[in-house]
């Protein structure tokens, strides 16, 4: 029988630690956090501080960015429901990122409880 992207996300999250938005928010400023969502939703609006690496090159980009560089720091993981993050946060595990945390809910859920939100300056072409 074939396994379905719901599976895949339920065994992920069996892998993983996941806090609570609350919890989330409480730690953002000793995490890196990183949001796995398209940059198109991240433009709409992001947790403060939150890097974007879309979730399809994570794996291929997160070692080229400065900040998370080291494997050993604490990262804070989120996408738009929680579901993308829990794959991302198993992959990282995977290529030896050790601490490592994923946002329950995820954005909509952060939105919702009106957290704070943070936009990406409009890019200038002047």
Not at 102 to 110: C, E, I, K, R, T
Request: aromatic share 8%; net charge negative.
């Amino acid at each position: 029988m074939a396994v379905t992207p719901h599976d895949l996300v339920v065994e992920a999250k069996a892998q993983i630690k996941e806090v609570s938005t609350a919890e989330a928010q409480s730690l953002m400023t000793k995490y890196t956090i990183i949001d796995v969502r398209e940059y198109n939703e991240f433009a709409a609006g992001h947790l403060p501080g939150a890097i974007n690496i879309p979730r399809g090159v994570l794996e291929f980009q997160i070692g080229t960015i400065p900040d998370c560089a080291d494997k050993a720091k604490p990262y804070l993981i989120y996408c738009r429901t929680s579901g993308r993050a829990a794959l991302s946060t198993v992959q990282l595990q995977r290529i030896g990122y050790s601490n490592l945390i994923s946002m329950l809910g995820g954005f909509d859920a952060w939105a919702k409880e009106t957290r704070p939100v943070e936009m990406p300056a409009p890019i200038s072409f002047d």
